[in-house]
């Protein structure tokens, strides 16, 4: 069964440059979830979208943002890099936006330096 | 706010013997309850949810979990322990719309041969 798939899986930036993450869902889920987890830390919200639109916020710094486009694959962009946001990222998608679940992808390392 | 406490962070038990994994939560309405089970540096794999219904639900790899409303606890049980189980194990409460998933801490379970 296809599952979550996210790009790049490693990415390694230095202080203060941006990141893209992508996510791609799985086929026929509308809703797609971002979540941080630091070293030795469980997942932490960041940000969802149902339907292109977002859903849900969570503990997302200013300094990132997402969107998910037409064919409901998100990205999440971060900008002025700190070491702190050195972390797994996670996408996760559902169908339907309430009341399911969520499958999450392999996550993308992120290491800025 | 919704919140997750997992007890126990490490837990070691021998292989063959059986396992129970602690989750408390704290939610105002009905929670809709997770277990999902990350190796290192992986993704996160569901094991087992509760939305509503039969309070013992039944999971893959031969895990099970309890609700019990009166305890406010969701414990994850296996009645004999592979040493292919070792993993974190993450027990996470869904807010009311199902967007946000708030997740323990984690417990680190290792398995003696």
């Known amino acids: 069964a296809a599952g979550v798939i996210q790009s790049p899986r490693h990415l390694i930036k230095e202080k203060r440059e941006t990141a893209t993450l992508k996510c791609y869902p799985i086929p026929r889920h509308d809703t797609v979830y971002w979540y941080q987890q630091g070293p030795g830390q469980d997942p932490q919200f960041l940000i969802s979208f149902y339907e292109k639109m977002q859903s849900d916020k969570g503990s997302i710094p200013d300094r990132f943002s997402a969107q998910q486009f037409s064919d409901y694959h998100s990205e999440l962009n971060m900008s002025s890099l700190e070491l702190g946001d050195s972390a797994l990222y996670f996408c996760a998608s559902s169908f339907g936006g309430q009341k399911d679940t969520q499958y999450f992808g392999p996550g993308t390392r992120l290491t800025v330096l | ?113």
């Not at chain 2, 099970?64 to 009166?70: G, N």
Request: some cysteine.
């Open chain 2, 1 to 113: 706010a919704q919140s997750v406490t997992q007890p126990d962070i490490h837990i070691t038990v021998s292989e063959g013997a059986s396992l129970e994994l602690r989750c408390n939560y704290s939610y105002g309405a009905t929670p809709y309850l997770f277990w999902y089970v990350q190796s290192p540096g992986q993704g996160l794999q569901l094991l087992l949810k509760y939305f509503s219904g039969d309070t013992l639900v039944q999971g893959i790899k031969g895990f099970e979990a309890e609700f019990k409303r009166s305890q406010s606890s969701f414990n994850l049980r296996k009645p004999s322990v592979h040493w292919s189980d070792a993993a974190e194990y993450f027990c996470a409460v869904g807010n009311n719309a199902g967007n946000m998933l708030t997740f323990g801490g984690g417990t680190r379970l290792m398995v003696k041969p």
